[in-house]
């Protein structure tokens, strides 16, 4: 092996002949184990929220396929709706060309041809990331099967009644023309205004302080040419009066009731509130309770219309009340009509005032359009019948979340649950599987010769559905689809249910509970067996990565490393805001001086899991990265001692007689239950433990302690031929099993060195992968074996202590002292005598008799035993002083410093949280290490 660690070099031609030698596909003899990839979009690239996902599955497909688990580990990628068809629809634009300008078919065209170019990029990159999906079942939500699969669950839902058309309200996109899910819908905190109207009550009625009007306040006056009603608590003295009374709505002339709802907060504002069910969710679902009408004053672009469209709560045409609206604010834009209805409340003497308030605007996250709340015809999936089902399969433990806390979240959304809108109207997607006739009749079937056939309808004119299916429609079959349903497949008898599923939190609704439920529902069987459910990857301050932020990372760059100018166009390319470029710039020239180096996707994965406890958001360091890789150069530069001291030699693997040194007993054992805890950790799904578990093994034992403490028999060439072939052996094979222990985490480093040293091992096999995962054996643990290591090392390391603190040279050789020893300690000498004095530097070993004085010396404690290290002789005692009284002095004046800036209540007071708290460890410090250098200083003077 090369001698210095170099991940660039390895990665990729790994990853490519794991490929083509067909690794990832399912060869296992034992029990079935899937996970299915959460689909990231075609066209996109990965975040490090991919990055995260990908680590903690793969170490979960490689754990188990070592187990000889039959994994399958299924990767594909979503058609992403609204996401393609905007990139698309850009590039068509810049040429000055629209989609309707091509139609349907040729428009659909270039997204696939957009598809066919960009398509493989996340592909590409998730190889990089080490992830070993079985490409050769790659899958893509548009494909022939999987489009096959998404009619096959329309026409059945439909058939059970599940699916229905109705006019409701849905949030609007008015750039895309399209209803959108919650999930595309950002939420922007700005400043805007409360207007204070006044309603003029209807027959003379006055309120109970003699007003002829009600005080109603609004942040979007626009929409009260749609109001329906003016609701009151029904406990608020001041309107109960009221109740059952009109209001002439201004401008409009139209009466409307006052009604009585909970909905109403009497604390805010006067108390009263103006319904508009065709434009506000919350105002709807007061409408569905008291059967208003709704009032569509809106066209697809939110412009106002000459005539409201008037309906009643069912979607039916409401003829009864005259949907006219004054004819000057006919066509205007929403935002254009709201300046002149204020102007016309304030001519009108009705405009009470207007106040400073903050809003959360919605918007589209593609489009960035305030998103109108608009009634429109959809189609619908009654989930309610569903999510019974949904939910009793996760009270019963069929599915069980991790961490189990998200079940609440899960019940909470799920029996609050509403009817879920499957429509969009796009062109790129799966186009609903709906026809109608002339006369507006609807019929679904799996496609037009079906439905003519069931109804039939022998050459009638028929029109296919315009609108295509939400993309969360199709990803919701997804652990059923990509396995051949609705044929019954070999690989969906083997394979499904699946058993883990890997997602963050914010899609346990939108995502996870749709797949039980239609799971559940069209074959029978739960999707998955566990939810594993992480958080938010976040910066190392705690901050969502955004771009706005100027904080994004990519998983690639540290990876494969960045140079800065590179990084800086790629954080601050598109802005339209100098001052915010420039912001992000200064930041990354701050964070990232000379750029991002090339850390390798070892480090990466790693960091991932040690960072994976349960559930919480994740601070991601770049300086654990940086730690994790010199954890990679650890094991590296280790296997390259462990090469120089087998290569070519005497390792045992044939059965020639050994003899195993109580250090070789001790790293055995220690490694059976290592191989204990990252087993018991990753089956409990604690990465992060599981993680410190291996790291702590190979770093503080392995590599610290047992590569030194075999080097004198190693290198002794007196030292018997047996003793030194079971060090050799221990050597090699303890190496051998890290490497598969630590696969599931490192995979290409893991893979390089195995191939090494596998003969050396006396191992076969053409890749680490398919290796047994290590299982412990309890007859190796040797306790004995361990308490005598444990003893060696606590004396070396009290011995190594007092040279750091008396400055001491290592390679001087030193006497020591032992006072209180017992019988274990005296037995411990004599054995390890030899060793300590080479690893130590030991001159020689006194054990200080009963009633003797002991000589001044530094002092460390092995148990109940004392070590002692006699100073005279060992130091320059006036040079010592010089040099600790410079040093106290220094400390002094850092104490003083610090403390007389705490001490200031000014700074106090005016600091950051975070500055106070750095101010605070930094005395603390300081006082810390003055402390010691004074006592130190007490013992040189008095030798």
Known sequence: MDKTYQPHAIETALYQNWEANNYFAPQGSGEPYTIMIPPPNVTGSLHMGHGFNNSIMDCLIRFRRMQGRNTLWQPGTDHAG??????????????????????????????????????????????????????????FTMDEGLSEAVKEAFVRLHQDGLIYRGKRLVNWDTK???????????????????????YPLADGKKTAEGLDYLIVATTRPETMLGDSAVAVHPEDERYKALIGSYIELPLVGRRIPIIADDYCDPEFGTGCVKITPAHDFNDYEVGKRHNLPLINIFDKNAAVLAQAQVFNIDGSVNAEIDGSLPAEYAGLDRFVARKQ???????????????????????????????????????????????????????????????????????????????????????????????????????????????????????????????VLDTWFSSGLWTFSTLGWPQQTDFLKTFHPTDVLVTGFDIIFFWVARMIMLSTHLTGQIPFKTVYVHGLVRDGQGQKMSKSKGNV??????????????????????????????????????????????????????????????????????????????????????????????????????????????????????????????????????????????????????????????????????????????????LVRVLEVILRLAHPFMPFITEEIWQRIKG????????????????????????????????????????????????????????????????????????????????????????????????????????????????????????????????IQRLTGEVQRVGGKLANEGFVAKAPAEVLDKERAKLAEAEQALSKMVEQRGKIAAL
Request: aromatic share 8%; charged share 30%.
């Open 82 to 139: 609204i996401a393609t068809q905007m990139v698309v629809e850009r590039q068509l634009a810049a040429d000055g060309i629209g989609r309707h300008d091509l139609g349907r078919e040729k428009f659909l065209e270039k997204v696939w041809e957009w598809k066919e170019q960009s398509g493989g990029t996340i592909t590409r990159q998730i190889r990089r990331l080490g992830s070993s999906v079985d490409w050769s079942r790659e899958r």
């Open 176 to 198: 895309f023309h399209t209803a959108i899910s919650d999930l595309e819908v950002e939420n922007h905190d700005e400043k805007g205004h409360l207007w204070n109207l006044r």
């Open 341 to 467: 209805i204020v102007a016309a409340f304030e001519a009108a003497g009705l405009l009470q005032s207007i106040d400073d308030h903050a809003l959360k605007v919605p918007k589209g996250d593609r489009s960035g359009t305030v998103i109108e709340p608009w009634l429109t015809d959809q189609w619908y999936v009654s989930t309610k019948p569903l999510a019974e089902k949904a939910i009793a399969v996760v009270e019963s433990g069929e599915i069980q979340f991790v961490p189990k806390q998200y079940e609440n979240m899960y019940f909470s959304w799920m029996r609050d649950i509403q009817d879920w809108c499957i429509s969009r109207q796009l062109w790129w997607g799966h186009r609903i599987p709906a026809w109608y006739d002339d006369a507006g009749n609807v019929y679904v079937g799996r496609d037009e010769a079906e439905v003519r056939a069931t109804h039939n309808l022998g050459d009638a004119n028929l029109r296919q559905d315009e609108d």
């Open 553 to 730: 990372l990519d998983p690639l760059d540290i990876v494969d490393g960045i140079e800065l100018d590179a990084l800086l166009e790629k954080r601050t390319s598109g802005m339209m805001q100098p001052k915010l470029a420039e912001k992000i710039a200064k930041q990354t020239r701050a964070e990232f001086p000379e750029g991002i180096a090339a850390y390798g996707t070892d480090a990466l994965r790693f960091t991932n899991l040690a960072l994976a406890s349960t559930g919480r958001d994740i601070k991601f360091d770049m300086g654990r990265v940086e730690g994790y890789r010199n954890f990679c150069n650890k094991l590296w530069n280790a296997a390259n001692f462990v090469i120089e001291n087998t290569d070519n030699q005497d390792t045992g693997v044939n059965g020639e007689p050994v003899d195993l040194s109580p250090v070789d007993r001790w790293i055995i054992s220690a490694l059976q239950r290592c191989e204990q805890d990252v087993t018991r950790h990753l089956d409990a799904f604690r990465f992060d433990m599981a993680a410190q578990a291996l790291y702590e093994f190979i770093w503080d034992e392995y590599c610290a302690w047992y590569l030194e403490l075999v080097k004198p028999v190693l290198w002794d060439e007196n030292a018997p031929v047996e003793r030194q072939r079971g060090t050799r052996r221990t």
């Open 760 to 887: 050396q091992a006396g191992i076969s096999g053409e890749t680490i992968m398919l290796q047994a995962w290590p299982v412990a054996n309890e007859s190796r643990i040797d306790a004995a074996a361990e308490g005598d290591i444990e003893w060696v090392k606590q004396l070396m390391l009290g011995v190594r202590q007092i040279r750091g603190e008396m400055k001491i040279s290592m390679a001087k050789r030193i006497d020591i002292i032992v006072q209180n020893a017992g019988a274990d300690d005296l037995r411990r000498l004599a054995d390890f005598e030899p060793l300590l004095n080479k690893l130590a530097k030991l001159e020689s070993v006194r054990v200080l008799a009963a009633g003797e004085e002991a000589p001044m010396s530094a002092t460390a404690l092995v148990g109940e035993m004392q070590v002692l290290v006699p100073m005279a002789g060992l130091i320059d005692k006036d040079a010592e002083l010089a040099r600790l009284d410079k040093e």
